[in-house]
């Protein structure tokens, strides 16, 4: 079973920054595609950004240039860099795990989920 924290949330202005942290347990990591999700009030789950076990990242088009994903595997830690932020980035972020996924941007397609981190952007 893998467990998944989040971290790194926060209230900033537009224009910050801001690093997501997701933190798996277990030896495996490495085998894990991660993603990020994100849910604002009163709207469904979206995706964000994937980074697949054997390499390769997708975005979704409205963070494209703005955020990066990351992952180190010798800390089992997976790293979400929010820049430019805006209001509508205003969201619960998920974190996100699947062995083996190739690629994957549908909620079903990942088993494993952290319990969520607020991100407020204020204009």
């Known amino acids: 079973q893998v467990q998944l924290v989040e971290s790194g949330g926060g209230s900033v202005r537009a224009g910050s920054s801001l690093r997501l942290s997701c933190a798996a347990s277990?030896?495996?990591?490495?085998?894990?595609?991660m993603a990020w999700f994100r849910q604002a009030p009163g709207k469904e789950r979206e995706f964000v950004t994937t980074i697949i076990y054997s390499g390769g990242i997708y975005y979704t088009d409205s963070v494209k240039g703005r955020f990066t994903i990351s992952r180190d595997n010798a800390k089992n830690t997976v790293y979400l860099q929010m820049n430019s932020l805006k209001p509508e980035d205003t969201a619960v972020y998920y974190c996100?795990?699947?062995?083996?996924?190739?690629?994957?941007?549908?909620?079903?397609?990942?088993?494993?989920w952290g319990q969520g981190t607020q991100v407020t952007v204020s204009s």
């Open positions: 996100a795990g699947a062995y083996f996924l190739q690629p994957g941007t549908r909620r079903n397609d990942y088993n494993y």
């Open positions: 277990g030896p495996t990591f490495r085998s894990l595609t």
